[in-house]
């Protein structure tokens, strides 16, 4: 502890000494010199606070005086100051600054001078000759009010300001206890005089003076005196002048009457009273006051820039989402109240999982697709596979308080419990789940199931017992999109047309169970409103609400070779005082075998060659594997997909629901009457973000496994022709799947194609998605 400053002689007859009792305690000579005052001014000098100071007057020092007083806490001594928050994207960029109180702390030696020099002898000349209470400031206040009748000179020194302002700064957000805090009672001057002796006896002097600047209020929501430089002058408070520094000084008796905002002249008058006292004291020259007095105010104002409302390019949701995770993660506290009261004190350094590049390529994506002003909006989630790390997290309608400007504040991308909506309906993206049950269940990938194009929905086995269809009318159905999906079908060429009773008849032979055990796995337990998640036979048709951030983590696991890693979006966070606090870290278990997924991969690249997502190809004709997906009546539409080094998701459709995208513009396109599909609308946009976020990236491939076509269906109406000579056979460990056979059309296009060698895709499908076809979700 820095040594004390000579404290003021005592007033005679002081020796020092412990008091007999016969003189009386501190409180009661509060009372006789209350008395002293007389009823003339004890009204006004209880308003100044000047009841209390004049048990100075009757020479009490604060060493007998704090003899009876209980031991102060820590937290008056230095306390826990509210202080700005710093959000960070993965490369250091600055997100965004949010706060309960704007504020910086400083050492004294990272202070101006001239600061600590101006607001000492505008406040309490007298500090470093006093005690906690100035004697001569009583007794001049208690002159001058007697004189004018009224309070208006005050005497509460430095110290007992300070002791007022952390009152008021613990009392937080709490306007009852904020209120309690500046109340000028007897009682109140009491609990601060008391305090004040103690802090005397404890603290130096400077070490007093550098609390107080920091926790003092300056206006405009500038809390110290480094905010109060940056919201004015838009520099360190180190390095203000003498003009700049007696500004500030000036704002702490009433930071609205001096605001040099709104009352410039006003400002200029309390700065000059201001240096005019630092010549009296003898802190300046008159040549240098003479100097400062002329220079202009030369403000370089600032607004306050507070919460995730001001992060720039898109992110201010992913910052909203950093916010509940550190509300909601048991790391951050163990419970509700103190994780909030450690995000509210604030004075972190935090430091996220975002990648500005792939934020700015999703960014650009869902605005450069879908505008603010269509009646859809589109979000979507990207995530490293292997690591939980949320990379971008973009959607159309900015963040924002003003609905009128299609602004709002719920994050499409995520559960309602981290600040999302109730979700929407991932139509077949979910299948591959299924799939993943069902493969891991020991089904071979060549299993054919009959898949006639419209069959009842059938009873099955759950884990608690079993399943029965008790629908009404054409509830009791499950339908194909197309007439013309009439199978058997085998698991490759069901998932690249998206075939619904293949999947419905996949999980009638397996059980939900295995469906249930999967969903577990993957961390996937409640629908995106919360709600418990029911298994029951139509979640393979994508019927529960999901977020896009829990489907892009589903897609993770799959690049990850069925390694499920549980989201995290916080790398590191540190104090401002460069202590190091302990984060959550991603939880990562193998959701399901390699060999499962390496299936599954060869199954989507499927998909994305020669199916539903033919048309996604991109720019560097690098692999990828995904699946389409569109709801009933094409409300929402989705597609889902990946590389080994990156998932994403990407949704589309009304931000509340409701909204079926047909005969409508979205963007710059036009969507008839068999509206969006999943090839069509998120497609599009997921292909762009991909093309941005991937570029110069290496090209990885996946492991696959060799999933032999089923012969062609015989055409019963086809001419018999001389057999033609076809392609090599392709190279099992080439990865991914042979081209279509010389001669196929494009299958990108609108006429029929060959899926998987050899079977015909319906004219119409691929390049739509598939559609819906009643329940079905393509």
Not at 8 to 36: C, D, E, I
Not at 61 to 75: H, M, Q
Not at 519 to 541: C, F, H, Q, R, Y
Not at 600 to 621: I, P, S, W, Y
Request: one cysteine or more; charged letters at 20%; aromatic letters at 6%.
């Amino acid at each position: 502890m820095a040594p004390k400053r000579p404290q003021a002689p005592q007033p005679p007859g002081n020796t020092g000494a412990p008091r007999g009792k016969r003189r009386g305690s501190p409180l009661s000579y509060a009372g006789h010199g209350v008395k002293f005052l007389g009823v003339s001014v004890l009204s006004g000098v209880l308003l100044a606070g000047m009841a209390l100071p004049a048990v100075g007057a009757l020479g009490l020092t604060a060493k007998n005086t704090a003899e009876g007083f209980s031991n102060i806490p820590d937290d008056f001594k230095t306390p826990p100051l509210t202080q700005a928050t710093q959000i960070f994207d993965a490369k250091g960029g600055l997100i965004a600054k949010v706060y309960e109180r704007d504020r910086t702390v400083l050492t004294a030696d990272q202070m101006s001078p001239y600061m600590r020099q101006a607001q000492v002898d505008i406040e309490d000349a007298r500090f470093y000759d006093h005690g906690a209470v100035d004697l001569k400031g009583v007794l001049r206040a208690i002159s001058k009010n007697a004189e004018s009748g009224t309070a208006s000179q005050g005497a509460s020194t430095l110290t007992q300001q300070y002791v007022k302002n952390v009152n008021v700064e613990k009392a937080g957000d709490d306007q009852a206890a904020v209120l309690e805090a500046q109340r000028k009672t007897l009682g109140r001057k009491i609990q601060e005089l008391k305090v004040a002796i103690k802090l005397e006896e404890d603290l130096t002097k400077d070490q007093i003076l550098t609390n107080y600047l920091n926790i003092t209020f300056y206006g405009h929501q500038a809390y110290g005196i480094e905010a109060a430089s940056q919201r004015y002058f838009s520099k360190s408070n180190k390095d203000l002048t003498i003009a700049e520094a007696a500004t500030l000084a000036g704002l702490v008796q009433n930071p609205s009457q001096y605001d040099p905002v709104r009352f410039p002249d006003n400002a200029v008058k309390r700065r000059n009273t201001v240096i005019d006292k630092m010549v009296e004291n003898k802190h300046v020259t008159a040549d240098q006051a003479k100097e400062a007095k002329a220079a202009p105010l030369g403000l370089k104002y600032k607004d306050p820039q507070n919460g995730c409302i001001t992060a720039q390019a898109g992110m201010g949701f992913f910052c909203d989402y950093v916010r509940h995770v550190v509300k909601q993660d048991p790391a951050f506290g163990k419970n509700a109240a103190d994780r909030k009261k450690f995000w509210d004190q604030g004075g972190l350094n935090i430091y996220t999982t975002l990648d500005p590049d792939k934020q700015a390529a999703a960014q650009a994506a869902v605005t450069g697709k879908v505008k603010v002003t269509d009646p859809v909006s589109a979000a979507a989630t990207m995530m490293e596979p292997g690591t939980g790390k949320i990379l971008a997290m973009a959607q159309t309608r900015p963040y924002g308080l003003e609905p009128s400007k299609n602004q709002t504040v719920v994050n499409l991308n995520v559960d309602a419990a981290m600040g999302g909506g109730n979700g929407f309906q991932p139509g077949s993206t979910f299948k591959p789940i299924i799939a993943a049950a069902a493969l891991e269940n020991g089904m071979a990938p060549t299993k054919p199931y009959p898949s006639e194009n419209r069959i009842e929905w059938p009873t099955m086995k759950t884990c608690e017992g079993t399943w029965k269809n008790t629908y009404k009318g054409n509830e009791r159905y499950v339908p194909n999109e197309s007439k013309s999906e009439v199978g058997p079908y085998e698991l490759k060429q069901a998932m690249a047309l998206s075939v619904n009773t293949y999947f419905v008849q996949m999980e009638q032979d397996m059980g939900l169970c295995p469906v249930k055990q999967m969903l577990d796995k993957l961390n996937i337990t409640t629908t995106a409103s919360g709600a418990k998640l029911e298994v029951v036979p139509s979640i393979t048709l994508g019927t529960k609400e999901m977020s896009p951030l829990t489907m892009a983590n589903v897609y993770a696991t799959f690049a990850a070779r069925g390694k499920h890693c549980t989201p995290i979006a916080i790398n590191k966070i540190s104090t401002v005082d460069g202590k190091d606090i302990k984060v959550p870290q991603t939880a990562c278990t193998q959701a399901f075998s390699e060999q499962t997924a390496d299936a599954l991969n060869t199954v989507l690249l499927n998909v994305t060659e020669k199916g539903t997502g033919a048309t996604l190809g991109l720019e560097d004709g690098r692999q990828i594997a995904g699946k389409t997906g569109t709801t009933d009546k094409k409300k929402a539409a989705w597609f889902s997909g990946y590389t080994p080094q990156l998932a994403t998701a990407v949704w589309i459709g009304g931000p509340t629901g409701g909204v079926e995208m047909k005969n409508m513009k979205i963007g710059e396109t036009y969507y008839g009457g068999d509206g969006v599909f999943g090839a069509t609308g998120p497609g599009p946009i997921w292909k762009m973000a991909m093309d941005g976020a991937l570029k110069g990236s290496p090209k990885e491939t996946f492991q696959t496994i060799d999933i032999p076509d089923p012969a062609p269906k015989p055409d019963p109406n086809a001419t018999p022709t001389a057999p033609a000579t076809g392609p090599a056979a392709p190279d099992p460990n080439a990865g991914g799947n042979p081209p279509p056979p010389a001669g196929n059309p494009n299958p990108g296009t609108n006429a029929g194609g060959l899926i998987g060698g050899g079977f015909t895709f319906p004219p119409g499908v691929i390049g739509g998605n598939g559609g819906d076809g009643g329940r079905g979700r393509h």
